[in-house]
């Protein structure tokens, strides 16, 4: 794996692009069937091979400086390190600030897979500037993009395509973050459009920019998850105020603020009271986001642990040779090649389902989102454990970076949904899906993508044997409901779970 072009020197990467993407059904969803499939591909791989290049060789050498000299606090303001802010213009001059943007509004017009391809090599070069880059100007982009009304569009998107401004997504708060029903911020109306905020948001990543995009109560009396809304506010003028960046030791050149809102004027993002339908379609790309971060790190601590692994001498040979360093490296290598296969499986999905408006694709996208947060986030905090492992003494030396990685692994089973959350997710739908069509279990059970799938060779038979072991549990627990309440559970608990999504 070379590191100097994180695109065309990645060879799995390049094999996920070339061999494995079905690039006729996301072309055709994202730029209409009479796009040129050919021609659209190869502008999207040149983007990728140019963005890679620049990445490794600019981007990836500033990040111990990023992480050592962390965020700014200089009388009583927060901001990005200068490294950082290079890296983001850099970016910027590419064209590749807010690469979802459509071309009408000035933006590259990427497809969400291409998105999340260049926000892998970003996370590998420094997790820092992608979480910046990601949340301060993709994330806003992509709401505003699919929320916003033509005014709002036309006045956030051009100047986020360009980089011109940072925003923020901020739903946590002090008291309700996994428990997202919990919020407690309000929003008035106050006539003309205008709203008024109150309330404090924690943990908001690139909170510093010039606006924010916030989740808040705007029903009166209503409670859990409805009533919410989503509202834009801009920062100018005070309307806000960041009272102050954690100290933290994973991420550190990116500001995680605690914000204050006291009467803060806002405009709606959609539509009042939907804002939890809403920000659940964004979820998913999100947290699809956070599982390639997972992969972007895992990358970096793998190239280096392969490195060091081929270099470093003990016993009269290159550790590499020994087979527990050697089985630790091919642990690490096979993980991060199954992230990553299942991480864009869900992106094409995650394309289909949001350009083509594919509703099984939707589904589908939605089955494997939690998998990929959990799976690619998790199994980075493994990877990069093993890496610092393979370095053994040197691992904890900052010259070697494998510590930096280590430290902005462990933020991504937690953001964006925990993994416990992800695992209660994961089980609620199947739960939902199997008293929904209880006859899928003489089958191959309630997931479609599971009951469809078939590997040849002993993999196959490994997954066959999973797969019905997750049937027969099923079935066990199924079984066990209709014995104590009837068979009528089958019927009245579909009825409420449908109610529910
Ligand atoms: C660096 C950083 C950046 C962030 N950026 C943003 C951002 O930009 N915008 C934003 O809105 N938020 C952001 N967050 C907030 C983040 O999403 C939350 O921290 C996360 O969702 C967990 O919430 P919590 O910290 O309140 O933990 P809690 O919800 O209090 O959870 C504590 C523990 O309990 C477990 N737990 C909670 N409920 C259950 C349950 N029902 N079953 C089993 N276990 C459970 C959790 O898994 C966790 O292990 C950020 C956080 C950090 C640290």
Redesign the pocket.
């Known amino acids: 794996m070379s590191a100097t072009n994180f695109f065309s020197g990645n060879p799995d990467l390049v094999e996920v692009f070339d061999r494995v993407i079905p690039w006729p059904a996301v072309v055709r969803a994202v730029e209409g069937v009479d796009a040129n499939v050919d021609e659209t591909v190869s502008t999207w791989r040149e983007v990728l091979d140019v963005a890679g290049r620049y990445m490794a060789s600019e981007i990836a050498p500033r990040a111990a400086e990023v992480d050592e000299i962390g965020v700014i606090r200089e009388n009583g303001t927060v901001r990005m390190n200068e490294p950082m802010t290079e890296n983001l213009r850099g970016l910027a001059e590419l064209g590749l600030a807010s690469p979802s943007v459509p071309a009408e509004f000035g933006g590259a017009g990427l497809p969400f897979t291409v998105t999340m391809m260049l926000a892998e090599m970003l996370a590998r070069a420094d997790l820092s500037t992608q979480?910046q880059h990601g949340?301060g100007w993709n994330s806003p982009a992509a709401l505003i993009l699919r929320f916003g009304t033509e005014q709002q569009k036309a006045r956030y998107l051009p100047i986020l395509a360009k980089g011109g401004l940072m925003g923020?997504?901020?739903?946590?708060e002090p008291q309700?973050?996994?428990?997202v029903g919990n919020v407690s911020t309000t929003a008035t109306p106050a006539g003309d459009d205008c709203w008024l905020l109150k309330g404090r948001?924690?943990?908001?990543?690139?909170?510093q920019g010039d606006m924010v995009i916030v989740l808040a109560r705007c029903v009166a009396g209503s409670t859990g998850l409805d009533g919410l809304g989503m509202f834009i506010a801009d920062r100018e003028g005070d309307n806000y105020v960041v009272e102050r960046a954690?100290h933290?030791f994973?991420?550190r050149g990116?500001p995680?603020c605690a914000l204050v809102f006291e009467g803060t004027r806002a405009t709606a993002l959609g539509k009042p009271g939907d804002g939890w339908k809403q920000i659940l379609t964004f979820m998913n790309e999100s947290r699809l986001g956070v599982g390639i971060q997972g992969i972007g790190v895992a990358t970096a601590a793998l190239a280096k642990a392969s490195e060091y692994a081929a270099t470093r001498v003990q016993m009269g040979k290159p550790i590499r040779e020994h087979p527990m360093i050697a089985e630790m490296l091919l642990d690490m290598e096979t993980t991060v090649a199954g992230a990553r296969a299942l991480a864009y499986q869900a992106a094409v999905l995650q394309d289909r389902a949001i350009f083509g408006g594919d509703q099984a694709a939707a589904r589908d996208a939605r089955e494997l989102t939690p998998l990929v947060k959990w799976y690619c986030t998790e199994g980075a905090v493994r990877v990069c454990r093993l890496a610092l492992q393979i370095h053994g003494g040197y691992g904890v030396v900052d010259e070697y970076d494998v510590g930096r990685y280590m430290r902005d692994s462990l933020?991504t089973p937690?953001?964006?949904?925990?993994?416990?959350?992800q695992s209660?997710m994961a089980v609620k739908d199947l739960m939902k899906w199997t008293m929904q069509r209880p006859s899928s279990l003489v089958r191959g059970g309630p997931s479609r993508l599971l009951a469809s799938a078939s590997f040849a060779g002993r993999g196959g038979a490994d997954f066959a044997a999973a797969r019905g072991q997750i049937v027969g549990m099923l079935r066990s627990v199924v079984g066990g409901l209709v014995r104590r309440r009837g068979v009528g559970i089958l019927t009245s608990r579909a009825c409420s779970a449908s109610a529910r999504s």
């Open positions: 979480v949340i923020a997504v901020a739903m946590t309700a973050g996994s428990d948001k924690q943990f908001i990543s690139a909170g954690e933290k994973v991420i990116s995680t933020i937690i953001y964006e949904g925990t993994s416990q959350i209660l």
